[in-house]
């Protein structure tokens, strides 16, 4: 049984600590990059292996749902770097609520609820305003490591809306589908290049 009162002690304690000896508890900026860059590579790989696997991997709802769950999943953790990062909480944020509806709207798909055109109405805008955000407006004007990378990611971004939009003319193509998943991986090794 836990006793509730040294409990209460620990938090009060917990809640008094300056920032500085929380912070072995709080990512740096590079270490959360290196951390969604990681998430990202197994969602990457994820989407090469559903690509290979075909229809047997949509036997299953739980594996049919991964994607979008990793997504929104990802979309909840960099809304939660705004709560934790003081510097660029609007980008942070918007890119944060841009990855939960793409994330749901990719979800609703694949349980049939809505049409891929449909989805891709609130998706492939999304990623424009995800491409923008990164590239442009996270760059900062600079092209040292940091503002490179920046550039790359919206690139990068930039080229899935092309992939999204080519993959909405014919949904059951392998080649394209795999493509987005190389493309993720690419998003997952350039966020761990960045070292700020």
């Known amino acids: 049984m836990i006793d509730v009162a040294s409990l209460g002690s620990i938090i009060d304690g917990a809640g008094a600590l ?3 000896e929380l912070h072995g508890y709080i990512p740096e900026p590079a270490e959360s990059h290196h951390l969604f860059g990681a998430a990202f590579l197994v969602v990457g790989v994820l989407l090469i292996v559903e690509t290979l696997a075909g229809s047997v991997w949509h036997r299953n709802r739980l594996r049919t ?3 979008p769950a990793a997504i929104m999943s990802l979309g909840a953790g960099m809304v939660a770097v705004t709560a934790l990062e003081p510097d660029d909480r609007l980008i942070h944020f918007t890119i944060g609520l841009i990855m939960l509806a793409a994330g749901w709207l990719e979800y609703r798909h694949r349980m049939g609820e809505v049409p891929r055109r449909t989805a891709d109405l609130l998706i492939v805008p999304a990623l424009i305003a995800g491409a923008l955000e990164i590239g442009v407006f ?3 004007g600079s092209l040292n490591n940091f503002g490179t990378v920046h550039v790359l990611l ?3 971004v ?3 809306v092309l992939v999204r939009l080519y993959q909405s ?3 059951t ?4 589908h795999a ?4 493309l993720v991986l690419a998003l997952a090794f350039e966020l761990m290049a960045l070292s700020h």
């Open 18 to 20: 300056p920032h500085h």
């Open 65 to 67: 749902t991964l994607w």
């Open 138 to 140: 996270h760059f900062h």
């Open 154 to 156: 919206g690139l990068t």
């Open 158 to 160: 930039g080229a899935m």
């Open 169 to 171: 003319r014919l949904l």
């Open 173 to 176: 193509s392998p080649p394209r």
């Open 179 to 182: 493509f987005m998943g190389v």
